[in-house]
């Protein structure tokens, strides 16, 4: 059964390979340190690094030994060439917005020739699938009359941590939309606040390049010189005036715990998702963990906007998922689990059943009664006209935000 061998040729070596056989041919002149044995269907039988050294090749039917003698000569590199490099540290390059990077490798990825994503060895430890797209509904984000002289480009990878070291992006920018004293600066989209934040940028002829550590939607701005972009948080929305929750939207806009529509309302009464409620409460909270890693059988459903949230949630034992496995960021909470979060998050002392007052005590799931109870008790939460708790019902943004800021006002006590 005949094997042959397949040699690198991108090493310093400049002598040949020499392989010799008990009784068996092989391919023998190639340059290079490393080469890898195959069978004659081209599967690998055996891959090496020797120099002096016997390699005994196994054949694929596991019976078959062969043993080849491995003399690599390695002559004086000529010059200060300067390469040093190997093949690891080749550079894995993609142009079509999308890359596949192994753990620990460079790579670099670009879309379109406008925009580049340079990202270093080692900058995590995970195997890296990054795309890029470019996004052409954009104007649905321009809520403050920016105005953008590139692209919007949505920049995502395939797990929610941050990276550990720098990654570069350049972007290429149209200059003849820069007027005056403006200048071109790049911005991410926060998903949370629903608003554009800024990141600077070092400007060289139409291009701007940045270093983050995570990846969002960005794109580049032009900003007057010396100016800061001005929004004042707590302006009135069209759809709160005389509301009962007022005080509290204002209160809470203010302090950037949650943020209004881009069609300048609140909507008070809207519902509110368990991914959505997760990020307010975080918020509120104001965590600086990093948070564990998700094993939700449907991680995959929740938002980038808000895994680091759930992920802050999951470590201090505020939210543990349903007995299935799964999260459901996108089905309404109900006061219920809003008032088992609340109570988890102020660490609050839960007696399992305990009575809680409401006229529908009995109705209110023993999961949650002993924090409905604790809750009730600090004035956190209330229920309606008829003393009903309705722990079913979904919970509003306007409900929402008047617990969460009952609940800081406890927490500063």
Same mark, same amino acid.
């Given at each position: ?119 270093? $060895? ?112 707590? $302006? ?178």
């Amino acid at each position: 059964m005949p094997l042959r061998a397949k040699f690198n040729r991108e090493s310093s070596f400049c002598s040949p390979v020499s392989i010799e056989s008990s009784g068996r041919n092989a391919i023998t002149s190639a340059t290079g340190a490393t080469f890898e044995i195959y069978d004659t269907d081209g599967t690998t039988v055996a891959t090496e690094l020797a120099t002096g050294k016997k390699v005994i090749v196994t054949a694929v039917d596991g019976l078959t030994k062969v043993t080849y003698t491995v003399s690599v000569n390695a002559a004086a590199q000529s010059g200060n060439s300067g390469s040093g490099g190997s093949p690891s540290d080749t550079l894995v390059k993609s142009t079509n917005g999308r890359l596949t990077l192994p753990a620990g490798k460079a790579g670099e990825v670009s879309l379109d020739n406008e925009v580049v994503v340079s990202i270093p $060895a080692n900058a995590t430890d995970k195997e890296i699938k990054v795309t890029i797209d470019k996004l052409k509904d954009s104007q649905k984000l321009l809520v403050n009359n920016e105005v953008l002289i590139c692209a919007v480009f949505e920049i995502l990878k395939n797990f929610p941590e941050n990276f550990t070291k720098p990654v570069k992006l350049i972007f290429t920018f149209d200059p003849k939309q820069i007027k005056g004293n403006q200048k071109p600066v790049v911005f991410y989209y926060d998903e949370t606040k629903k608003e554009w934040m800024e990141v600077g940028g070092l400007v060289s002829g139409n291009q701007i390049t940045v270093e983050v550590d995570h990846f969002t939607k960005y794109a580049v701005f032009t900003l007057n010189q010396g100016k800061e972009p001005v929004k004042d948080p707590s $302006a009135d929305f069209s759809d709160i005036s005389g509301h009962w929750a007022e005080s509290s939207i204002k209160q809470a806009v203010s302090i950037g715990l949650v943020n209004g529509y881009a069609d300048g309302t609140f909507k008070p009464s809207k519902s509110v998702s368990r991914a959505e409620f997760t990020v307010m409460l975080m918020n509120a909270l104001k965590s600086q963990e990093a948070g564990m890693e998700l094993t939700f059988a449907d991680t995959a459903k929740i938002g980038s906007w808000a895994r680091k949230a759930v992920g802050q949630a999951v470590q201090a034992d505020i939210i543990n998922g349903y007995k299935d496995g799964s999260f459901r960021p996108t089905a309404e909470i109900t006061r219920a689990e809003m008032a088992v979060m609340i109570a988890k998050a102020l660490k609050l002392s839960i007696v399992p059943d305990a009575e809680t007052g409401f006229s529908d005590d009995k109705s209110i799931p023993s999961w949650s009664r002993g924090a409905v109870a604790v809750i009730k008790e600090h004035n956190l939460m209330e229920g309606t006209g008829t003393n009903r708790f309705n722990p079913s019902e979904q919970a509003t943004r306007a409900e929402a935000v008047t617990v969460l800021m009952k609940m800081l006002a406890l927490k500063g006590k």
